[in-house]
């Protein structure tokens, strides 16, 4: 090998190094996926909902501490109005949360400004 070569190499090689960029945080916010909610509708069918909970990196370590719980009711129409409630620590600096039932479609999203809220959704599924 030419001494021309290796000193291209080496030079390429340098660049390449140095032309890596740098690990950056681009983290806006941090998802929590809560356990799914089993729920029984007034006929009998069992369902489940999901929630998604996004918070501040900043209170990751306070996920731990979101409780929910979700009721039924018939909805007027033959199907079933299902109430979620998420409850938010005092100390989180607000969320957003999305529920869904994945196998009839429906979902619905809130937000909160601060701590200390219960955010309450509602799904309405077409069976009862």
Request: aromatic share 4%; net charge neutral; proline share 8%.
């Amino acid at each position: 090998m030419s001494k021309r070569v290796i000193v291209v190499s080496g030079v390429a090689a340098v660049l390449m190094v140095l032309g890596v960029p740098g690990v950056a945080s681009a983290n806006v916010a941090w998802c929590v996926s809560d356990p799914p909610i089993p729920v029984v509708t007034p006929g009998g069918h069992n369902l489940t909902v999901n929630n998604m909970i996004y918070l501040s990196p900043a209170d990751r370590h306070i996920a731990k501490q979101i409780t929910d719980d979700a009721t039924t009711a018939p909805d007027g129409r033959g199907g079933t109005l299902i109430t979620v409630h998420v409850h938010l620590p005092a100390t989180a600096h607000g969320g957003h949360v999305v529920s869904n039932n994945f196998r009839y479609r429906v979902s619905d999203s809130d937000s909160a400004p601060g701590g200390g809220t219960v955010l309450t959704l509602r799904l309405d599924v077409p069976i009862s």
